[in-house]
Nanobody
Framework: DGAAAGVGGGLVQAGGSLKLSCTAS????????MAWFRQAPGKEREFVAL????????LYAGSVKGRFTISRDSAKNMVYLQMDTLKPEDTAVYYC???????????????WGQGTQVTVSS
């Protein structure tokens, strides 16, 4: 069980869009929470968005609300992060994570993907 590496990162100009994907491996309980975090060089890992596996409940960091959308496809065991109107300050390595708590703290998540680089040029 876990969260496989997220994919879909890359280089994009400010104002552009990217969509990240993450495969959740193993058996996924309905109570599971899937989240995206990001970490910029020299900074702490920070919460981006989360969703409950079994319900359309979502939560976003204030810095991305209205620009990013987290979604999941339970049939495919996939979680996505659609990122629109990207800004240079969104540049970071993005990680998908899996846990059981509705939490924005990285320490609450048990499984992590390897991360994918997102670079937004100005």
């Amino acid at each position: 069980d876990g969260a496989a590496a997220g994919v879909g990162g890359g280089l994009v100009q400010a104002g552009g869009s990217l969509k990240l994907s993450c495969t959740a491996s193993g058996r996924i309980y309905s109570s599971a929470v899937m989240a995206w975090f990001r970490q910029a060089p020299g900074k702490e890992r920070e919460f981006v968005a989360l969703t409950r596996w079994s319900r359309d409940s979502t939560l976003y960091a204030g810095s991305v609300k209205g620009r990013f959308t987290i979604s999941r496809d339970s049939a495919k065991n996939m979680v996505y992060l659609q990122m629109d109107t990207l800004k240079p300050e969104d540049t970071a390595v993005y990680y998908c994570a899996r846990g059981i708590q509705w939490a924005t703290q990285a320490a609450e998540y048990n499984y992590w993907g390897q991360g994918t680089q997102v670079t937004v040029s100005s």
